[in-house]
């Protein structure tokens, strides 16, 4: 690896935790039920500040083994798991588009769904506020450095809207509002045809993830499971492995 690079990939990493405890703040809000406590400054379950050594993305989980240093409540691992995703996501960006504008664009696009992912995880509701948010986002790009027409993009909007809100409506329960407005951002960000390519990947990764579920009894086939993650992974393959895939797909 030439020089440059190496350096490259370290400011991408060093770059992406930094985003990730920022998202951390954000999801906290979220999942923290309403406490007003900042958890960038106090730990949530004794309130003692935190100092800068406590603030080091990753590395003071890792150095704490998981615990505040002043109780020993257990921190939970979303914090560390955020932190090193969005690190992930970054040097995967930098991987593919180094850094120019893509990198940007992508970066905070894929750290935006991860942070959505995570809140459905654990509470099965995708937050409005994040999908206006990642819309403003692609609007944005749309309008200053377009990948493709806007007419594209407003038919993969669309289509996905449409085809998750029959799906949401069959399925009584299975797939939720959340999941149609997400998949209607996620359709003007892919444009047509790609945005069936996310359809795909994400319909039969959940239907595959379900079953698997089912059979081995961690649910029953009416507890919803959270789709958002699957919307997340299914862009973010269409987006880096698209061609490559759509080629598998016809060939096979
Ligand atoms: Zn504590």
New binding site residues.
């Given amino acids: 690896m030439q020089g440059s690079m190496f350096w490259g990939y370290a400011i991408a990493a060093a770059v992406g935790l930094v985003a990730g405890s920022f998202l951390n703040v954000v999801a906290y809000r979220y999942l923290s039920g309403g406490s007003i406590v900042r958890p960038a400054s106090h730990?949530?379950?004794?309130?003692?500040p935190l100092s800068v050594k406590d603030l080091v993305p990753l590395f003071s989980y890792l150095l704490l083994r998981g615990r505040?240093?002043?109780?020993?409540?257990g921190i939970p691992p979303r914090y560390p798991l955020i932190e090193a995703g969005t690190a992930g996501l970054f040097l995967l960006c930098f991987h593919y588009y180094t850094f120019t504008p893509a990198f940007f664009q992508y970066a905070v696009l894929f750290s935006l769904l991860l942070v959505i992912s995570v809140i459905d995880l654990e509470r099965h509701l995708i937050p409005n506020r994040l999908v206006l948010l990642l819309l403003a986002w692609v609007i944005f790009w749309q309008l200053f450095l377009p990948r493709f027409s806007t007419l594209s993009a407003l038919g993969g909007l669309f289509t996905g809207g449409l085809l998750f809100l029959a799906i949401a409506l069959l399925s009584q329960g299975g797939i939720g509002g959340g999941d149609v407005k997400l998949m209607a951002v996620l359709g003007f960000a892919s444009g047509l045809p790609d945005v069936l390519l996310v359809f795909m990947l994400a319909f039969f990764s959940g239907a595959l993830v379900g079953v698997l579920l089912i059979i081995f009894k961690k649910k029953t086939r009416k507890s919803p499971l959270a789709f958002g993650p699957f919307l997340a992974l299914a862009f973010l393959g269409m987006t880096l492995w698209g061609p490559w895939i759509w080629d598998g797909y016809f060939s096979f």
């Avoid at 505040?68 to 409540?73: D, I, K, L, W």
Wanted: charged content about 15%; some cysteine.
């Fill in positions: 730990c949530p379950s004794c309130l003692t505040c240093r002043y109780c020993r409540t």
